[in-house]
Each structure stands twice: as structure tokens, then as C-alpha cells.
């Protein structure tokens, strides 16, 4: 799944992808921001990096990853 394909994509923080922001970023701290992945707002709580995919979406929105380096990581990981 690409960061363009999320429909109800949360909001802001970190670099853009695709000229979107995909995950809240309000943390402060990467470690807070990855914490905040379990989003429990509604009924049920929604895990937002479900996948391999989703979390170097994340870790490139949170300038942890370059984007060759997601690259990279998603190329061995296959």
C-alpha cells in the first residue's frame, strides 16, 4: 500500500510523501510518534502500520528514512 492509497489519511508532521502527510507527528520524539501508530480514537483502536509497507511510509514522514533508503529496505525486503 502507498502513502496516495490511504483514504482517510491522519493529518501532519514530518516530510511530505507524495504531498501528503500520512501520520500525526505530534509527539515531539520518534519514539512518541511510533507509540501514537495505535490510533484509539474510535470504538475499535486501528493499528496504522499494519504492514512492512506502512512502516517505512512512516519512518520516511519522520525523516528516519530517506527516501533511498526506503527504497532500499523495500527492494530486500521482496
Not at 14 to 38: C, H, M, Q, S, W
Not at 39 to 50: I, K, M
Amino acid at each position: 500500500m502507498k502513502v496516495s492509497d490511504v483514504p482517510d489519511a491522519v493529518r501532519f508532521g514530518g516530510r511530505e510523501i507524495d504531498g501528503k502527510f500520512v501520520f500525526e507527528l505530534t509527539g515531539g520524539n520518534p519514539a512518541l510518534d511510533f507509540v501514537n501508530t495505535l490510533d484509539e480514537r474510535g470504538a475499535e483502536p486501528r493499528e496504522l502500520l499494519p504492514d512492512y509497507d506502512r512502516l517505512l511510509d512512516w519512518g520516511e514522514q519522520a525523516g528516519l528514512l530517506s527516501a533511498t533508503a526506503r527504497t532500499k529496505l523495500h527492494r530486500a525486503a521482496k
